[in-house]
T-cell receptor
Framework: QKEVEQDPGPLSVPEGAIVSLNCTYS??????FMWYRQYSRKGPELLMY????GNKEDGRFTAQVDKSSKYISLFIRDSQPSDSATYLC????????????FGQGTRLTINP | DVKVTQSSRYLVKRTGEKVFLECVQD?????MFWYRQDPGLGLRLIYF???????EKGDIPEGYSVSREKKERFSLILESASTNQTSMYLC??????????????FGSGTQLSVL
């Protein structure tokens, strides 16, 4: 079993829809959680960061962590075609990118 | 604008060749990383370096080596390329002690095909 599981999709939704992207994990020591967005033919870029449990909101994006269920989510409101990308979750038990464990990535397409 | 630059976007090599992938960052970052990205497997860390001439193995170092002679440059070396090393290679950098979020900055990747 992988330490971090993420449905690879692809996921296709109409413009304006609410999108929910999810990851589950098995290591209860994880406490730093991130979402990276990767456009086609580009490297990933950090989108959201959350420490421990709770929610974090940034514009149309909300990151949610439920440590009791070992489950994290990224919600995108009022989705736009420019949100079409692959979204990767990542997490670690300590500060320091060298220990980041990435999910497989979910490929998302927003249709105009 | 901060940048991580990978020298080649696409590379085609033959089995057994020695392959060099180069990466340069202009952010004066201490940490540099090499990942490979494969469908269904996500990003896997090959090697990382936290200082000049310092390196540590990641999760899949077999068949790879690295070199960091200058702070801004981190090279990945495939001593004898094999077909199972066909992949997208991503270089990244981060600032040590860069706050609670040690943000990774990625290059655009090198798609390597080994025939």
């Amino acid at each position: 079993q992988k330490e971090v599981e993420q449905d690879p999709g692809p996921l296709s939704v109409p413009e304006g829809a609410i999108v929910s992207l999810n990851c589950t994990y098995s290591n209860s020591a994880f406490q730093y959680f991130m979402w990276y967005r990767q456009y086609s033919r580009k490297g990933p870029e950090l989108l959201m960061y959350t420490y421990s449990s709770g929610n974090k909101e940034d514009g149309r994006f909300t990151a949610q962590v439920d440590k009791s269920s070992k489950y994290i989510s990224l919600f995108i409101r009022d989705s736009q075609p420019s949100d079409s990308a692959t979204y990767l979750c990542a997490m670690t038990s300590i500060q320091g990118a060298q220990k980041l464990v990435f999910g497989q990535g979910t490929r998302l397409t927003i249709n105009p | 604008d901060v940048k991580v630059t990978q020298s080649s976007r696409y590379l085609v090599k033959r089995t057994g060749e020695k392959v060099f992938l180069e990466c340069v960052q202009d952010m004066d970052h201490e940490n540099m990383f090499w990942y490979r990205q494969d469908p269904g497997l996500g990003l896997r860390l090959i090697y990382f370096s936290y200082d000049v001439k310092m390196k540590e193995k990641g999760d899949i170092p077999e068949g790879y080596s690295v070199s960091r002679e200058k702070k801004e440059r981190f090279s990945l070396i495939l001593e004898s390329a094999s077909t199972n090393q066909t992949s997208m290679y991503l270089c990244a950098s981060s600032s040590r002690g860069g706050g609670a979020e040690e943000k990774l900055f990625f290059g655009s990747g090198t798609q390597l095909s080994v025939l």
